[in-house]
């Protein structure tokens, strides 16, 4: 049975994989405003390693420790993924803000001296 949910595991896995690298590329064009946090990719992630985690965890339960210190491995991997997945969309979404002048009040910062191209 380990066996077979390992075999699942992984055409999923290739399938989510294959699925977030495509929606990239949808987002070519840059938009003007603060992008809104996009939890896709994040949401397909997480559902993974949740599932991998339910699988581990009916594994212990059951008499394959063995197999579920497998699956417990898998979600970790996983968990590996999620996190800078995560962490990547707060950014995109958050961007710091720009520093402001002081002698300038609300404006940002710019050299004084441009330096030209050579």
Avoid: K
Wanted: charge should be negative.
């Amino acid at each position: 049975m380990s066996l077979i949910v390992l075999l699942v595991e992984i055409p999923v896995a290739i399938l989510l994989v294959l699925t977030l690298a495509l929606r990239g590329w949808a987002g070519a064009d840059e938009q003007t405003a603060t992008p809104s946090v996009d939890c896709a990719p994040v949401l397909w992630l997480g559902g993974f390693t949740l599932g991998v985690l339910v699988v581990a965890a009916a594994f212990l339960y059951s008499v394959h420790p063995f197999a579920g210190a497998v699956q417990l491995l898998i979600a970790a991997m996983a968990l590996i993924f999620t996190m800078p997945a995560w962490h990547e969309e707060y950014e995109r979404a958050h961007p710091s803000p720009l520093q402001s002048c002081s002698t300038r009040a609300g404006t940002p910062c710019t050299s004084s001296s441009p330096v030209p191209d050579r």
